[in-house]
């Protein structure tokens, strides 16, 4: 492997949260983008080819090196690392709408759900999936929440635009009539 | 008898359906009295308690069970079985589900009223529902992708996982094993000896008190706890006297009575016969 691949490796081994390219970047000022942007690809090629337990993820805006989700079970077994709890049908639902909505308010997630949503959204803001992303206009100018980019990077999406477009899903909506 | 969707003889009115406990008997064990449902849509179901994440998710899976078209819902069946299912649910009282059961009824309500001519413009009082319930749908869809992806993420572990506050963990400290031999060395010197307390157990002697209780009854048929306790006992004296009474007094050999707070309990014993 050339130097610059091993010096990512070494960068993405040491880095528990993905790296932005942008942050790949500074470690090798001399490097152009193209050449860190190919040295992330031997080194995903490298991890997939030579037949290794991890693997280099994109996700979240970046790079991870994750392990191979065959070894899961083992691992968790073994009691080395736990997987994170899974989000309540109630959280995944408000997550979705805001993810498809953002910016959006409390009162429109609660016209889509049919619930009131007040205690998700803030468990969502401390799990820091979600968070403050403005104000509205108009009467007491609410809250608007948006994702973050732990969103992404726990729902292994490189960007928002990874998700289907709203049309595409099977249920294609008529537009949405604008709230009140 | 016509399907629910235009049937103006609806017995039940608004109220709740008839026969709301029909969900805890066993399929086609229920009736169908006065029922305006479609032959395929058995009125009778038994619920196994699946947990909704509203009313919107309740009336949809209704909506599937029921195997009926999302564009053109039986309103009056749908809104009849969502009332039934609240109820088995016992969701009666969760706020969300009962204004979800009013506008149905409402709907119900708005599709029974005369219409003036068919081909004049008509709007139907169940599209603000079909466009929401299809929203919800969608959104629905939105969820499963989200936990397809999310259990692809966490089934993958990072080389540390970090706490979902996004804390920053701080760095390990610096240090010498010789700094930490001097760190436990002061501390030692600084502890003092701790204070040791020897707990004397007393046990009570409840049998002995029953029988110096029951000698005392025997004799005398009256007595008073100051008879039995003197003002100086020890706790373990006055414990075990009043485990003594009590028990006595369980099995109906005295009774106790205690004319004004703080009085002397007196001690009277009990004729079987007396006893009531």
Not at chain 1, 56 to 79: F, P, V
Request: cysteine-free; glycine content about 6%; proline content about 7%.
């Amino acid at each position: 492997m050339i130097p610059l691949v091993k010096l990512l490796e070494a960068a993405l081994f040491a880095s528990p949260r993905p790296i932005p390219v942008e942050e790949l970047s500074v470690l090798a000022p001399d490097a152009s983008p193209a050449e860190v942007a190919s040295a992330l690809d031997t080194l995903r090629e490298h991890y997939d080819v030579d037949g290794h337990g991890v693997e280099l993820a994109e996700l979240g805006g970046g790079w991870q090196i994750l392990t191979r989700a065959e070894y899961t079970e083992a691992i968790e077994r073994a009691q080395l690392a736990a997987r994170p709890q899974r989000l309540s049908a109630a959280a995944l639902e408000t997550l979705a709408i805001i993810a498809y909505r953002q910016p959006i308010g409390r009162t429109e997630v609660e016209e889509i759900r049919g619930v009131a949503v007040g205690s998700i959204l803030k468990s969502l803001q401390e799990r820091a999936l979600i968070d403050v992303v403005g104000r509205a206009e108009g009467l007491g100018r609410p809250l608007l929440y948006g994702t973050t980019s732990l969103f992404l990077e726990q729902f292994a999406l490189r960007h928002l635009e990874e998700l289907p477009r709203a049309d595409e899903l099977a249920i294609a909506l008529r537009p949405a009539p604008q709230p009140l | 008898m016509s399907h629910g969707l235009s049937a103006p003889v609806d017995t039940d009115g608004a109220g709740m359906p008839d026969g709301a406990d029909i969900g805890l008997r066993a399929p086609g064990a229920g009736t169908a009295e006065g029922s305006p449902a479609a032959p395929e849509a058995p009125v009778s179901f038994v619920v196994d308690l699946p947990a909704y994440a509203g009313p919107l998710d309740l009336l949809l899976s209704l909506i599937r069970d029921e195997k009926v078209d999302i564009y053109d819902i039986p309103i009056a069946h749908i809104a009849k079985q969502f009332l039934l299912r609240i109820r088995v649910l016992q969701l009666n009282d969760a706020a969300e589900y009962l204004e979800l059961a009013a506008r149905l009824l409402r709907i119900k309500a708005q599709m029974l009223l005369p219409r003036h001519g068919e081909t004049e413009t008509w709007e139907d009082p169940r599209a603000e529902l079909v466009r929401r319930l299809l929203e919800y749908q969608q959104m629905r869809e939105v969820v499963d992708i989200l936990e397809r992806r999310g259990d692809e993420r966490r089934n993958r572990f990072a080389r540390a996982y970090l706490p979902e506050s996004g804390e920053t963990v701080a760095a390990p400290l610096a240090l010498s094993l010789g700094e930490l031999l001097t760190a436990v060395d002061r501390i030692l010197r600084v502890t003092k000896e701790p204070t040791v307390h020897t707990v004397v157990a007393r046990t009570l002697d409840v049998a002995g008190a029953i029988a110096m209780v029951r000698h005392a009854i025997a004799a005398r048929r009256t007595a008073r706890w100051s008879d039995f306790v003197a003002r100086d006992a020890e706790p373990w004296q006055i414990l075990s006297m009043l485990l003594a009474l009590l028990e006595l007094a369980k099995q109906g050999e005295l009774r106790l009575t205690q004319p004004r707070p703080f009085a002397s309990v007196e001690i009277e014993h009990d004729t079987p016969g007396e006893a009531a």
